[in-house]
């Protein structure tokens, strides 16, 4: 067997120019474009284009309309100031939106109702003094517009706006509980809120009328409730009802210690309410088992039913999302489950026309696949899917009952089509990978996938593999293995600009993406099965991937493999580091990862880790799985060139993780160098930033591997 080193050189003699098919520029410059939202009568619908340039250093953002008819798509508006839009007012292209300034210029919003076919007939409705977003609305029986917005409001219940707030003469935060901090912010005293308003109907205009009223901050037990929950809520926590007299929002659940649990309740009020006429909808014990984290409550069309996910387990955040259906009655809610027994995990849901059927997207074998589920569905229902490829970010169901789809691939950005409840596509109006010069060549061909058995699990796993650019079975190509984060979550047939397998893979690789215990859509068993075990499962079953990829794919040269993962997957590549696998790599790179799991608890979401170690911390003898799974209890075998990212406005994992990682490399004198972006939290997301850390990682793994031919790995 040649040693790595005659491999790596004699690679590089030989390596030949490569076309990459997506450069990190290109894919960080290319369009982004949002869901598409259709008007009423479904003849058009809109989304948000926006792309970047290295040149201005800028992003720039315009609307499209997409002719849902002709399939013609053609420039909207191309005023960024309109940062919101929802259909509603008296005609089919009536809209209300949200201009991202108002005239005091004091950081509130302004709301203004147009026509969406002539957006100069724009008119001023409303000016408000802070800066609202989450805009959803219906026109009520007299004509008026009742909407709801969100924002953060003091405890007084008044929204905050940071230009105009007082700053206080010191900077000190004090705490007296745990729960300090959360993904990129400090807790303070305000807390995200819903507020309801009231848009009168007359003189041919609409007018504010009153006040906005906040339906969520006073209430209060052990902690206040919050809605939208930080940091990822947003519109799809809460919703009015289609006649404008009801609203609904979820909170975290006020009569239990904010750190400790993720368990939320779905409340009800009326729109002209207060919060002390708010009623939880699944107050603990009122469905027996239904204790855990709820989603997307939502109206039916015809406002008679609310559907909504909750998950049963009380702290465990990667639990079974549960279908369940209200009456939206508040004299008897009469909530029911759905599908009960399906063992997969939903999370976006699209009512019917007529309220029959709930259509369902659930991660399902490594795509997020829709699944309609009418409503006599019973505990032992098997839903069955009508999409196939994908990740939809959103879909809506159209006047003519078909469905809406916004979704992505490996191959493209944004793929808009419609399907039929019987599953067949009906119009494929746009795929970005033909339209985007840079995402130009992509297609499903780039991708394949393959299962393995391994000693974990009963199941078989699944693993994606993508392909560079010019792609030949009698090639041979280094391997990039790439671990998933989560533990808890999955590599998805979707597209990504931070991790995006085929711009790693037109570098010269056959990007290999296992989904190993802990992955979502294999069932919650396989989900689950990461408690406790995050050194032997996971670890067990990456190295059955490799062995797999070793014996049985020829076109990959695993001689000059290299490896990388973020959050869960930096973690696996420290643990890695220590044990036999990381021998098999020539580099690492670890993205914001745990290096010494006895410093877990510097973490901002406690209920995440309890789950997942099995426990609170306690002594750290050699029974605790803080202990066992300690990436630095293997120091002695590290030996692996290793490149570090880390962030300093990452609190799930503060930056001393990587700054110990990066440390004890230096020590031990294995080719090492940190990279660390002070304005990044636990993702890249400015787009300098990101080619940065797409360069440097690059460089690194690709002199190691030998794609490249430079002289140095820095
Ligand atoms: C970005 O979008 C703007 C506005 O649509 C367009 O003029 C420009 O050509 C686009 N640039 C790239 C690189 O796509
Ligand atoms: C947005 O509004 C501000 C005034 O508040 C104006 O200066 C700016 O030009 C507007 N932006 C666009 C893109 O129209
Ligand atoms: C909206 O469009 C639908 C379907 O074309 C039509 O039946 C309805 O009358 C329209 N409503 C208005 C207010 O124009
Ligand atoms: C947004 O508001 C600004 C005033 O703050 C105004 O100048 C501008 O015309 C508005 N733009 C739109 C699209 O409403
Ligand atoms: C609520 O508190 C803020 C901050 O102290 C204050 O600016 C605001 O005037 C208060 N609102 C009311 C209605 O008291
Ligand atoms: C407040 O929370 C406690 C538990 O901390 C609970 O026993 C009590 O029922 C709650 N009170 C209300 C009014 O919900
Ligand atoms: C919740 O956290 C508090 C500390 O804020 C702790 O005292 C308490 O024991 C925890 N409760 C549970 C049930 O974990
Ligand atoms: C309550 O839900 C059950 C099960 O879906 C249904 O059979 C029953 O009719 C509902 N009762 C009311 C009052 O809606
Ligand atoms: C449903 O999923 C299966 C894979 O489980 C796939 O083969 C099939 O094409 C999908 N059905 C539709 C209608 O897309
Ligand atoms: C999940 O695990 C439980 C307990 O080990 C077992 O009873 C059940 O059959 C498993 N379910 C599936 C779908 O494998
Ligand atoms: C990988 O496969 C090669 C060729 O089949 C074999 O010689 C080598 O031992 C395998 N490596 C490992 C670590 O199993
Ligand atoms: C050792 O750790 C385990 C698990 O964390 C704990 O239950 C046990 O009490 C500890 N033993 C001692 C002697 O501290």
Redesign the pocket.
């Given at each position: 067997m040649k040693s790595i080193s005659q491999t790596v050189a004699a690679a590089a003699l030989a390596a030949l120019p490569l076309v990459n098919a997506i450069t990190p520029e290109g894919m960080l410059a290319a369009p982004r474009r949002g869901a598409a939202v259709a008007n009423p009568s479904g003849e058009f619908a809109v989304f948000s284009n926006s792309n970047y340039s290295f040149e201005e250093h800028e992003s720039t953002t315009i609307w499209e309309r997409l002719d849902l008819m002709s399939g013609e798509i053609s420039t909207w508006s191309t005023d960024t100031n309109i940062s919101e839009f929802v259909f509603v007012g008296p005609t089919n292209t009536s809209i209300l939106y949200i201009n991202a300034t108002n005239e005091e210029g004091n950081g509130g919003v302004s709301l203004y109702t147009a026509d969406a076919a002539d957006l100069s007939t724009a008119s001023l409705v409303a000016s408000l003094p802070a800066p609202y977003s989450g805009l959803k609305a219906v026109a009520t029986e007299s004509g008026d517009i009742h909407f709801l917005v969100y924002a953060l409001a003091y405890p007084n219940g008044t929204a905050y706006n940071a230009d105009t707030a007082e700053t206080p003469a010191s900077t000190a935060r004090i705490y007296t509980d745990i729960y300090v901090r959360h993904w990129d912010y400090w807790l303070s005293a305000e807390r995200n809120a819903v507020f309801g308003g009231v848009l009168t109907s007359g003189d041919g205009g609409y007018s504010l009328s009153g006040e906005l009223t906040n339906y969520v901050t006073g209430k209060c037990n052990a902690t206040c409730a919050e809605s939208p929950v930080q940091p990822f809520g947003g519109s799809g926590d809460y919703d009015i009802s289609p006649d404008g007299s009801q609203v609904i929002f979820l909170t975290k659940n006020i009569d239990l210690p904010l750190a400790n649990f993720t368990s939320s309740q779905v409340y009800h009020v009326p729109f002209t309410g207060t919060v002390n006429d708010s009623v939880p909808i699944n107050p603990i014990g009122a469905t027996p088992g239904a204790e855990g984290a709820s989603a997307a409550p939502t109206f039916s069309k015809d406002g008679s039913k609310i559907a909504y996910f909750q998950m049963n387990g009380i702290d465990y955040e990667s639990d079974r999302n549960i279908i369940y259906v209200a009456n939206a009655d508040a004299e008897d809610f009469n909530v029911t489950k759905l599908a009960g027994d399906w063992?997969r995990s939903p999370d976006v849901l699209a009512w019917s026309n007529d309220g029959s059927v709930l259509y369902v997207a659930a991660p399902d074998l490594g795509r997020e696949r829709i699944f309609p589920i009418p409503m006599s569905a019973t505990a032992d229902f098997v839903p069955k899917n009508i999409t196939d490829e994908g990740v939809p970010a959103a879909m809506q169901v159209l006047p003519n009952g078909e469905l809406l789809v916004s979704d992505s691939k490996i191959w493209s950005s944004r793929d808009i089509y419609t399907v039929n409840s019987q599953g067949e596509m009906t119009n494929m109006y746009l795929q970005s990978n033909l339209l985007d010069e840079a995402l130009s060549g992509l297609g499903p061909e780039d991708v394949s996938e393959f299962y393995y058995s391994t000693n974990s699990s009963?199941i078989d796993q699944q693993s994606w593999i993508i392909y560079p650019e010019g792609f030949s079975e009698d090639e041979t190509y280094p391997l990039m293995f790439i671990v998933h984060g989560g533990p808890q979550g999955a590599h998805f047939n979707s597209w990504s600009t931070r991790w995006n397998f085929k711009v790693w893979a037109d570098q010269g690789y056959v990007v290999i993406a296992p989904n190993p215990t802990a992955s979502s859509g294999w069932?919650q068993?396989l989900t689950d099965a990461i408690s406790r075990h995050w050194g032997d499962y996971p670890y067990w079953d990456l190295v059955h991937a490799w062995d797999y990829v070793n014996t049985t794919l020829p076109y990959v040269d695993t001689v000059r493999g290299v490896a990388a993962g973020a959050s869960f997957g930096g973690y696996m590549m420290n643990w890695i580091q220590g044990h036999p696998l990381g021998r098999r790599f020539n580099a690492l790179m670890t993205h914001d990862g745990v290096t010494n799991s006895l410093s877990d608890y510097a973490t901002e979401e406690l209920w995440f880790i309890n789950h997942d170690q099995g426990g609170i911390f306690t002594s750290p003898n050699e029974t605790s799985t803080y202990y066992r799974w300690n990436p630095i209890l293997y120091y002695e075998n590290w030996a692996t060139p290793h490149f570090v990212v880390h962030n300093d406005l990452d609190f799930r994992l503060p930056v001393s993780e990587g700054l110990m990682l990066f440390n004890m490399l230096q020590v031990k004198g294995v080719p090492s160098k940190f990279l660390n972006f002070p304005d990044e939290n636990h993702w890249v997301l400015n787009q300098e930033n990101s080619l940065v850390w797409h360069t440097e990682i690059f460089k690194f793994h690709n002199y190691y591997s030998g794609v490249s031919n430079a002289s140095s790995p820095y």
């Open positions: 063992d009963e069932g068993n």
